[in-house]
């Protein structure tokens, strides 16, 4: 029969820190194969990866849409403005409005076309 060594012993600190050491062991070897199995088991089939592959793909298109939708379109700008001279240069050979903003155009006032 095996002796239980005294605590003060150099024996009995030896033992303790050698299952200090060991780490978490577990009482149940079972359920350390039940876990193992578990890992194993979370390994998809080709056709769920690509199932999944497909699902991504849509959410991205969804919310690109959704992106675009949210976009409200610019308004060209045929004008811009010159801030050492506070005169306005065209941007664009055809105006879009010929008549009333090229008379604004000509009399070169800042707040004619309200930019």
């Known amino acids: ?38 890992k194993k088991n979370k390994r998809k089939t080709k056709k769920e990866k690509k199932g999944e592959e497909k699902e991504k ?12 939708k949210g976009k409200k379109r610019k308004k060209k700008r045929c004008c811009k403005l010159n801030s050492t001279k506070k005169t306005w240069k065209r941007l664009t050979l055809n105006h879009p409005a010929e008549g009333r903003d090229q008379k604004l155009l000509k009399e070169k006032r800042l707040t004619a076309l309200g930019y």
Do not use: C, F, H, V
């Open 57 to 68: 793909k849509q959410k991205k298109k969804d919310k690109k849409r959704r992106k675009k």
């Open 1 to 38: 029969m095996r002796t239980i060594p005294d605590r003060t012993s150099q024996e009995y600190q030896d033992l303790s820190a050698s299952s200090k050491n060991r780490g978490s062991i577990p009482k149940n070897r079972n359920a350390k194969m039940e876990k193992k199995k578990k």
